[in-house]
C-alpha cells in the first residue's frame, strides 16, 4: 500500500517519538550499568551486538552493506565521539544533568544548519528551539555543580546535532538508511573495542543483571530507535528531529513518575509543557529567516 507524503510524515513523526521514549529510559540503565563494567567497553558491546542482529536481514536480502560505506563512517565516527563522551560523563555526572545537557543538541541543530551547510531554519524554527531549550531546563532544574562529566557531555551535544545534519544530508540524496545504520553500529562497536585493547581496559561484565543491561542498550536504544531515526529523516526536517526528540528527558520523567513511583513535580510538568508547545509551533507555516539578503 502506497502511503500519501502526508501519511509518511506522520508514521516518521510517531518512530521519532518511539526513538525519544526508548532514549528516555536509558539514563539510568547506563548508569547502573557503569558500576560493573568500563564506559567505552559498554559501548562496544551494544554496538557490536546491534550491528550483528542488523547485518543478518540485510545479508538474507542480498544487501550491498560497503553501499556509501564513506557516508555510514561519517557517521560512526559522529555516534562513536556522541556515546563515548556521554558515558564517560555519565560516570561523573547525574543523569538529571546528562539528559539536560545532552537535550541542548536542539540548540546548535538550528546553528550547525547555516554554519555547515548553509541551510536556513524558519522564525517559527528558532522561536521553537528557544521555548525548547527553556522548557528543558525547567524539567532538569538546570545545571548544578558543573564537572567535568557536564563538559564531556557537551561534547555529546555537539556531536549529536552534527550527527542529525549529516544523516538527513545523507538519506536525503538516497543513502539506504538501514545499511548506514549497520555501517554506524560496526564502526562504533569496533572502535570502542578496538580502543579497549590498546588502553588495556577491563573487558569483563561485572554482574548477570548488567550483561542483561547491555543486552537491552544493544536492542532497543542502539538497533530499533537510531534504525526507525535515520529512515523517519527521509520525511521530516532536521530542526523537527530535533525538538522530537528533545522529548527524550520529557519521556525520562514519565517513566520515573509511573514505573519509577517519583513524585510529581509542577516544575517537570511545565518543562514538558514548554517542549510540547514548541513542536506545535515548529509546525506552523512561516518564512525562512534571511541572511545577506537572500532566503
Given at each position: 500500500?502506497?502511503?500519501?507524503?502526508?501519511?509518511?510524515?506522520?508514521?516518521?513523526?510517531?518512530?521519532?517519538?518511539?526513538?525519544?521514549?526508548?532514549?528516555?529510559?536509558?539514563?539510568?540503565?547506563?548508569?547502573?550499568?557503569?558500576?560493573?563494567?568500563?564506559?567505552?567497553?559498554?559501548?562496544?558491546?551494544?554496538?557490536?551486538l546491534?550491528?550483528?542482529?542488523?547485518?543478518?536481514?540485510?545479508i538474507?536480502?542480498?544487501?550491498?552493506?560497503?553501499?556509501?560505506?564513506?557516508?555510514?563512517?561519517?557517521?560512526?565516527?559522529?555516534?562513536?565521539?556522541?556515546?563515548?563522551?556521554?558515558?564517560?560523563?555519565?560516570?561523573?555526572?547525574?543523569?538529571?544533568?546528562s539528559?539536560?545537557?545532552?537535550?541542548?543538541?536542539?540548540?546548535?541543530?538550528?546553528?550547525?544548519?547555516?554554519?555547515?551547510?548553509?541551510?536556513?531554519?524558519?522564525?517559527?524554527?528558532?522561536?521553537?528551539?528557544?521555548?525548547?531549550?527553556?522548557?528543558?531546563?525547567?524539567?532538569?532544574?538546570?545545571?548544578?555543580?558543573?564537572?567535568?562529566?557536564?563538559?564531556?557531555?557537551?561534547i555529546?551535544?555537539?556531536?549529536?546535532?552534527?550527527?542529525?545534519?549529516?544523516?538527513?544530508?545523507?538519506?536525503?540524496?538516497?543513502?539506504?538508511?538501514?545499511?548506514l545504520?549497520?555501517?554506524?553500529?560496526?564502526?562504533?562497536?569496533?572502535?570502542?573495542?578496538?580502543?579497549?585493547?590498546?588502553?588495556?581496559?577491563?573487558?569483563?561484565?561485572?554482574?548477570?543483571?548488567?550483561?542483561?543491561?547491555?543486552?537491552?542498550?544493544?536492542?532497543?536504544?542502539?538497533?530499533?530507535?537510531?534504525?526507525?531515526?535515520?529512515?523517519?529523516q527521509?520525511?521530516?526536517?532536521?530542526?523537527?528531529?530535533?525538538?522530537?526528540?528533545?522529548?527524550?528527558?520529557?519521556?525520562?520523567?514519565?517513566?520515573?513518575?509511573?514505573?519509577?513511583?517519583?513524585?510529581?513535580?509542577?516544575?517537570?510538568?511545565?518543562?514538558?509543557?514548554?517542549i510540547?508547545?514548541?513542536?506545535?509551533?515548529?509546525?506552523?507555516?512561516?518564512?525562512?529567516?534571511?541572511?545577506?539578503g537572500?532566503?
Amino acid at each position: 500500500m502506497n502511503l500519501s507524503v502526508k501519511g509518511k510524515t506522520c508514521y516518521a513523526n510517531i518512530g521519532l517519538f518511539y526513538a525519544a521514549a526508548i532514549w528516555g529510559s536509558t539514563f539510568f540503565v547506563v548508569k547502573q550499568a557503569l558500576d560493573n563494567i568500563d564506559p567505552v567497553i559498554l559501548v562496544g558491546y551494544r554496538f557490536i551486538l546491534a550491528a550483528v542482529i542488523m547485518a543478518i536481514p540485510l545479508i538474507l536480502l542480498k544487501k550491498r552493506l560497503r553501499d556509501n560505506l564513506k557516508d555510514g563512517l561519517i557517521l560512526g565516527l559522529l555516534l562513536w565521539i556522541l556515546y563515548v563522551a556521554q558515558t564517560i560523563g555519565l560516570k561523573y555526572t547525574t543523569a538529571a544533568n546528562s539528559g539536560l545537557i545532552t537535550g541542548l543538541f536542539v540548540a546548535f541543530v538550528p546553528v550547525f544548519s547555516i554554519v555547515i551547510f548553509r541551510m536556513m531554519p524558519s522564525i517559527t524554527a528558532v522561536i521553537a528551539t528557544v521555548i525548547s531549550i527553556i522548557g528543558l531546563w525547567i524539567l532538569t532544574g538546570g545545571l548544578k555543580q558543573i564537572n567535568i562529566g557536564d563538559l564531556l557531555t557537551l561534547i555529546t551535544a555537539v556531536t549529536y546535532a552534527i550527527h542529525i545534519l549529516y544523516a538527513d544530508k545523507f538519506i536525503k540524496r538516497g543513502a539506504d538508511p538501514y545499511i548506514l545504520s549497520f555501517q554506524q553500529f560496526a564502526f562504533v562497536g569496533l572502535a570502542s573495542l578496538l580502543t579497549g585493547v590498546l588502553f588495556k581496559l577491563p573487558f569483563a561484565i561485572g554482574t548477570a543483571e548488567a550483561f542483561g543491561m547491555m543486552i537491552f542498550l544493544a536492542i532497543f536504544p542502539s538497533l530499533t530507535a537510531f534504525a526507525i531515526q535515520l529512515i523517519a529523516q527521509r520525511h521530516v526536517s532536521p530542526v523537527r528531529v530535533s525538538l522530537i526528540l528533545a522529548f527524550e528527558p520529557v519521556f525520562a520523567v514519565i517513566f520515573a513518575w509511573t514505573l519509577g513511583n517519583e513524585a510529581y513535580s509542577l516544575n517537570k510538568a511545565i518543562g514538558g509543557f514548554l517542549i510540547f508547545l514548541a513542536l506545535v509551533i515548529s509546525g506552523l507555516p512561516s518564512r525562512k529567516i534571511r541572511l545577506g539578503g537572500r532566503q
